[in-house]
């Protein structure tokens, strides 16, 4: 599939390994920088979104997104993500996501609004008696490559997503897209309801990582059986 992913905000905590590594499927290993993990929310636009070779459609191709992620490597040592929720107000999005990548999408109620680079979002799920998550971010005025090396490269650098099916059985799937152009943010709002929604303690402290990022065209493969 070709997509665009756009308006993207990335606000990260440092969470235990262990809290992390209870809730990962057989085959998956908590990633961890300077022995340190991390979970991250954010959200972001999906925009243009069709099969390669078909062109977007007006009113299924643009929608919101909202995920809750970790960082995880396999057996063999390839860092990937793994995303614990992924809220979308697209329906039929959520179903196809659901049965083609056996991801956790959920059904939400979504809106925005932009004002030059800064951005409001609101996220509340469908199925949750919670209240609505909001944000409020500013997109990049001079972004750059992440160093690599850096926290900023482990946190964003990565290429390959793992899920689980009914049955347990790991799989795998590749994204392709140029290096993220990201700035740090000065500061940000970002709701803390995400860990709430995933069984997690919120946090009481404000992100170790306030990240934004130039929309980048991305590639996504289809599925592969661990």
Not at 164 to 187: F, K
Request: proline share 11%; aromatic share 12%; hydrophobic share 40%.
């Amino acid at each position: 599939m070709k997509q665009r992913w756009a308006g993207l905000g990335f606000f990260h905590w440092e969470a235990e390994p262990e809290m992390i590594a209870t809730r990962l499927p057989a085959g998956l290993h908590v990633d961890t920088f300077a022995g340190k993990a991390y979970l991250g929310i954010v959200p972001f636009f999906m925009e243009r979104i069709r099969p390669v070779g078909l062109p977007p459609l007006p009113w299924l191709s643009w929608f919101h997104e909202l995920n809750l992620r970790t960082y995880v490597h396999d057996d063999a040592g390839n860092p990937g993500v793994w995303f614990f929720s992924l809220d979308c107000n697209q329906p039929l999005a959520v179903e196809i996501a659901r049965f083609a990548f056996n991801l956790p999408y959920q059904h939400a109620e979504m809106s925005s609004e932009k004002q030059d680079r800064l951005i409001h979002y609101r996220s509340r799920r469908k199925a949750s008696p919670l209240p609505a998550a909001e944000f409020t971010y500013r997109l990049p005025e001079n972004p750059q490559p992440a160093a690599p090396g850096s926290l900023d490269w482990f946190l964003v650098e990565r290429y390959l997503l793992f899920s689980a099916d009914a049955q347990g059985n790991l799989h795998t799937g590749r994204v392709h897209h140029s290096p993220y152009l990201i700035e740090p943010m000065p500061e940000g709002k970002c709701s803390t309801i995400p860990f709430a929604l995933n069984g997690f303690p919120e946090p009481e402290t404000q992100p170790v990582s306030l990240l934004s990022a130039a929309p980048v065209d991305v590639t996504v493969f289809p599925l592969r059986k661990a």
